[in-house]
């Protein structure tokens, strides 16, 4: 079993849709979520850190953490085109490398 | 602002040839990462560094070395390039348990 799964999609929803972008994992240890959006052939850009259970919302973005269903999701309101992107999740424990999900492919089709 | 800036953004090697890839980073970051990112495989670690002439492998080291020299710098090195290391290769840095940056990639073709 990978530690972090995510489901790699792709999915399509039309602009103004709410978006949730899930995966879960297996080891209980890690701690501190991450976020990132990558653009077709560009590095992956920080979206959202989360340190705790419970959420945390920037602008249309909100993050979710279960540590106790060890679950975290990421929602988009008011999806844009613009929002069409691979997400990825990373989550990690003290200062080891980072375990990262292998992506969902979203687009948001006007 | 971090930033992570990456030696080329497209690079054209041929079999054999020895590769260099670098990257910087401009916030004193102690840790430093290199992945490969390929098709339906995600992010792949190479190795990465805790500090300055310190280096752990990661998943998939083979074929790859690093260097450390100075903190703000870690190259990742094809010792003889294959075409099966064509890839887009990312850098990344952190503090800590802190946010982890990324570089914009090199994607690399190995002919």
């Known amino acids: 079993q990978k530690e972090v799964e995510q489901d790699p999609g792709p999915l399509s929803v039309p602009e103004g849709a709410i978006v949730s972008l899930n995966c879960t994992y297996s080891n209980s240890a890690f701690q501190y979520f991450m976020w990132y959006r990558q653009y077709s052939r560009k590095g992956p850009e920080l979206l959202m850190y989360?340190?705790?259970?419970g959420n945390k919302e920037d602008g249309r973005f909100t993050a979710q953490v279960d540590k106790s269903s060890k679950y975290i999701s990421l929602f988009i309101r008011d999806s844009q085109p613009s929002d069409s992107a691979t997400y990825l999740c990373?989550?990690?424990?003290?200062?080891?490398?980072?375990?990262f999900g292998k992506g969902t492919s979203l687009l948001v089709t006007p | 602002d971090v930033k992570v800036t990456q030696s080329s953004r497209y690079l054209v090697k041929r079999t054999g040839e020895k590769v260099f890839l670098e990257c910087v980073q401009d916030?004193?970051?102690?840790?430093m990462f290199w992945y490969r990112q390929d098709p339906g495989l995600g992010l792949r670690l190479i190795y990465f560094s805790y500090d300055v002439k310190m280096k752990e492998k990661g998943d998939i080291p083979e074929g790859y070395s690093v260097s450390r020299e100075k903190k703000e710098r870690f190259s990742l090195i094809l010792e003889s390039a294959s075409t099966n290391q064509t890839s887009m290769y990312l850098c990344a840095s952190r503090r800590g348990t802190d946010t982890q940056y990324f570089g914009p990639g090199t994607r690399l073709t190995v002919l």
């Open positions: 989360t340190y705790s259970s």
């Open positions: 916030m004193d970051h102690e840790n």
């Open positions: 990373a989550m990690g424990h003290s200062g080891y490398a980072l375990n």
